[in-house]
């Protein structure tokens, strides 16, 4: 198969304006007569509804939370990202370009990342107008905090809920439409599966979790915007229901996965305590502004943080990147936490922790100033540690916290297959190999409110789908496979539980595609992996009925599809003979242990096929140019 990006030519800074007039618009009469599918109303999928529905479009919006508002997007806790240089302190739109592409350790498509930015402003006049609270300076004009990867303030915050207060802005705007009769809300509905007609995506199998009916939903076109799969890993920052289902299986439809190994882990979350575990819990990127980090210079040092003195500690961050110091972006974060643990120096039980701490800050700004940037953090802390951070330092540790991979999309983000769109952290689309801080807010808006509204108006322009009907066969088979699916799970009646299984897959994966992966460990895992998937299938209980609400078969479908999607990011893992960002492959570092990338060779976006159960995925390469920021090992000394 051979990928267009439907990259615009020209000038980067007018390509969006460019292909915006090129594209074709649908009239607001004929727009009345188009129905939309948006699956997911997180930050993503409620910006769409909203506006598509405010638009004329006559939409559908599903999600499998009891209330759109209770979508992941709303534990976002530290800011987004915009390119509005309030400070005056050199912000501009090509420098958060620059930083991104730079900060994805130039593994995304220049001019995707280029209209990102430019939205960036346009996000926060809408949020504004919308009400969203953001913090403010004494003289009433919005604040900003700095984020990792960045030497300039561009973050705009709710203090630690800003994610929640961007969702209530979309959510409203949301109910608004719902109120007009323009969105139909289809919440505790889950797509089981998405039907394609002629080629195009005209449709999704869903099942109602109250209710374990299934159902058929007929569209013109079908937006994904369901979030990431960090819980591939079981233990993540994600809200425990994310999951990756729906994109897996428009992807067994058709649509190409594109670098599924490039995951995102956090520097900063709260220790695993034990194996009882089913969480992570993230502290925010935000309190590396005004938190330092460090440990021991002295390995195996048990002594409590307040009797080690200032020159027996270690603030690496700050000793090896002095440029960026404490804010260097989070793979690199991330890393050299792994390496001063193992080297024996890590704090807490087990040796697996860092020390985040802000005696300095409190010192400096006074407690209540620490107080009202980050209060609710703190507090999360201390419930969780029983701790108080304002007294000792916190202990932090990276966790998995985000995914850059997803469907592959085109620069109008449509998938592989004609009709189906794919927003936020679903996609694969702007971060490259390394997401920076606040930018999936950013991105995920971008998408729904100011990219998916012209795009999705060219397709239907151009496309005219006509109408279908539900007694097409590809309605029947598609609602067939998936009540095959449900009857095989409830048929096993095994022994293990889905989450002991899914704790297990979770352990392979962290253990040989997370933070460090070798060739041997990938090679390894896929095996595990295999082996594990072949006795789910045969061992695992998932009790009750498919007639009414039922968890365990719920979790049991997702479980079944992350074997999947964790073999084919081994696999992925594995075929990248290089590191850049969050994928570091041991085999490939530079002398000072940073990501050595191979340009030469792997300068491209991994897109996967499907090509049926057990034969080997295809991969398809779209080729990467770098025409205004040029690629050159990342330094943030
Ligand atoms: C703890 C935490 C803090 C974060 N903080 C920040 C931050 O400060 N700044 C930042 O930029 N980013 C942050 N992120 C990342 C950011 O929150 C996410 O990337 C973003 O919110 C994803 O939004 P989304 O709309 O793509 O998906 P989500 O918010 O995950 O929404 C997915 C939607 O899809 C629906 N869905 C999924 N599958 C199905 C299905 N099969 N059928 C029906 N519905 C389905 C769900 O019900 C939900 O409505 C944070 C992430 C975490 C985990």
Not at 88 to 113: C, H, M, P, Q, W
Not at 223 to 232: D, F, H, S
Not at 365 to 388: H, K, P, S, V, W
């Amino acid at each position: 198969m051979k990928l267009d990006a439907r990259t615009p030519s020209g000038p980067i800074e007018q390509a969006w304006d460019q292909a915006r007039f090129d594209m074709k618009l649908v009239n607001p009469a004929n727009k009345r007569r188009h129905t939309l599918i948006v699956v997911g109303s997180g930050l993503a999928g409620a910006s769409a509804s909203a506006t598509l529905g405010e638009l004329g479009y006559n939409v559908q919006c599903f999600c499998f939370q009891d209330s759109p508002r209770r979508a992941h997007s709303i534990a976002a806790q530290g800011g987004i990202n915009a390119a509005k240089n309030y400070q005056n302190d050199g912000d501009s739109i090509y420098r958060l370009f620059y930083d991104t592409v730079k900060g994805g350790d130039f593994r995304s498509r220049e001019a995707n990342v280029y209209r990102l930015a430019q939205n960036s402003v346009h996000i926060i006049d809408q949020c504004v107008a919308q009400g969203v609270p953001f913090a403010r300076e004494y003289g009433g004009s919005l604040e900003n905090r700095s984020f990792g990867g960045a030497q300039v303030s561009r973050t705009f915050y709710a203090r630690g809920q800003t994610g929640q207060q961007l969702l209530l802005g979309a959510y409203q705007a949301l109910e608004r439409q719902i109120d007009l009769g323009q969105v139909t809300m289809f919440p505790r509905t889950e797509m089981l599966d998405l039907i394609v007609i002629d080629g195009q995506a005209r449709g999704i199998v869903t099942r109602n979790l109250i209710t374990g009916k299934l159902g058929v939903h007929l569209a013109d076109a079908v937006i994904l915007a369901t979030g990431g799969y960090g819980n591939v890993y079981y233990l993540s920052t994600n809200a425990k229901g994310s999951n990756a289902t729906a994109i897996w299986r428009a992807h067994k439809r058709g649509a190409l996965f594109a670098n599924p190994c490039f995951t995102q882990i956090h520097p900063t979350c709260i220790p695993v305590s034990g194996d009882y575990q089913s969480k992570l819990t993230l502290m925010s990127e935000s309190l590396r502004n005004d938190g330092r980090i460090w440990v021991p210079k002295k390995k195996g040092d048990k002594r409590k943080p307040s009797e080690i003195p200032e020159e027996e500690r270690d603030y690496y961050l700050e000793r090896k990147y002095p440029a960026f110091g404490n804010l260097v972006p989070r793979d690199v974060a991330s890393r050299n936490a792994k390496a001063v643990c193992d080297e024996g120096r890590g704090v807490g039980e087990g040796g697996l922790g860092v020390y985040l701490d802000f005696s300095d800050a409190i010192r400096r700004l006074g407690e209540a100033t620490i107080r009202e940037r980050y209060g609710n953090l703190f507090d999360m802390y201390q419930r969780i540690t029983d701790e108080n951070p304002y007294k000792v330092p916190m202990r932090i540790y990276p966790a998995i916290h985000y995914t850059m991979g997803g469907l592959w999309v085109d620069y109008q983000l449509q998938s592989t297959i004609p009709g189906l769109f794919v927003l936020g952290e679903a996609n694969f689309s702007d971060h490259g190999a390394n997401r920076l801080g606040a930018s999936a807010l950013m991105q995920g808006l971008s998408d729904g409110y100011f990219i998916i509204p012209y795009t999705v108006g060219n397709y239907l322009a151009n496309a005219k789908p006509g109408k279908v009907s539900e007694s097409r066969p590809e309605v029947q088979a598609a609602l067939t496979s998936v009540q095959q699916g449900v009857d095989r799970l409830l048929a096993i009646r095994g022994k293990r539980t889905v989450d002991s299984f899914h704790r297990e897959l979770g352990k392979i994966m962290w253990d040989d595609c997370g933070m460090s992966r070798t060739a041997k460990g990938l090679q390894e895992a896929i095996g595990k992996i295999r082996a594990l998937r072949e006795e789910y299938w045969k061992n695992v209980n998932v009790p009750g009925s498919d007639a009414d609400l039922n968890q365990s078969l719920e979790k049991a479908g997702r479980v079944a599809d992350f074997f999947e999607l964790g073999e084919l990011m081994c696999l992925d893992a594995l075929e990248r003979n290089e590191s850049c960002g969050g994928h570091f492959r041991e085999e490939y570092q530079t002398p000072e242990g940073e990501a050595q990338r191979d340009d030469e060779h792997y300068s491209y976006v991994a897109a996967w096929g499907y090509p049926g159960p057990g034969k080997q995925p295809e991969l398809t390469k779209e080729p990467l140019e770098f025409a205004y920021v040029h690629p050159s090992q990342r330094s943030y000394k």
